[in-house]
């Protein structure tokens, strides 16, 4: 049963790190409506800040998926250092209560993002995320999509198209340039190649 953005926000209020609302929601804060039905919320942070973060949710109920993609969950105990490949915390505000958002670990070296599926996919962190009308950080659309490239559902391609209009030429061209590193063939660089860098 996932949160909504502004119910992320107001307990990310105190953050002293920087977090981005992530996933189908990251989409619909950039195009400013609903698309779709979401089955999770998604929120990034980078792995640097995972003790504030965990400080942060103190009161919640965290399970790190361990290991990742096998379905498996386990308690994330207080103080713990999660290290790659770790990097998906599940997250409901107590025991008895359903999942309600997911809380997924990025990489970093310095100022840059780096993307933790392929190193050589990098980003300056200050252009990693913008903020709704509202004030919700969000990350950028052309991140989110590098993300959804790699094996594309239906509902990526909603999000796809709501967005593309959207992107000005420099996200266009990142995003093409990251994409031909993970799947060169993939059908979206046809709508982005005009722009692309290379």
Not at 14 to 43: N, T
């Amino acid at each position: 049963m996932p949160d909504r953005p502004e119910d992320v926000a107001a307990v990310f209020a105190k953050a002293v790190f920087p977090w981005w609302i992530a996933g189908g929601y990251a989409i619909e804060l950039a195009v400013g409506r609903e698309l779709r039905a979401h089955g999770d919320l998604d929120v990034l942070v980078l792995r640097r800040d995972q003790a504030r973060v965990q400080d942060l949710l103190a009161d919640w109920d965290l399970y790190v998926a361990d290991p990742p993609g096998q379905g498996e969950l386990r308690p994330w105990r207080p103080g713990e250092v999660l290290r790659p490949p770790l990097h998906d915390i599940w997250c409901r505000r107590t025991p008895e209560a359903p999942w309600s958002v997911q809380l997924m670990l990025d990489e970093s070296e310095g100022t840059q993002w780096v993307s933790r599926r392929t190193p050589e996919i990098r980003l300056p962190i200050d252009r990693l995320g913008r903020t709704s009308e509202t004030g919700i950080p969000y990350l950028a659309p052309e991140v989110q999509l590098f993300y959804k490239a790699k094996a594309t559902r239906d509902k990526d391609e909603t999000d796809f198209e709501a967005v593309l209009p959207l992107l000005e030429a420099p996200a266009r061209a990142w995003l093409a340039d990251a994409i031909k590193v993970i799947a060169p063939t993939h059908h979206w660089l046809r709508r982005l190649l005009p722009v692309s860098r290379t």
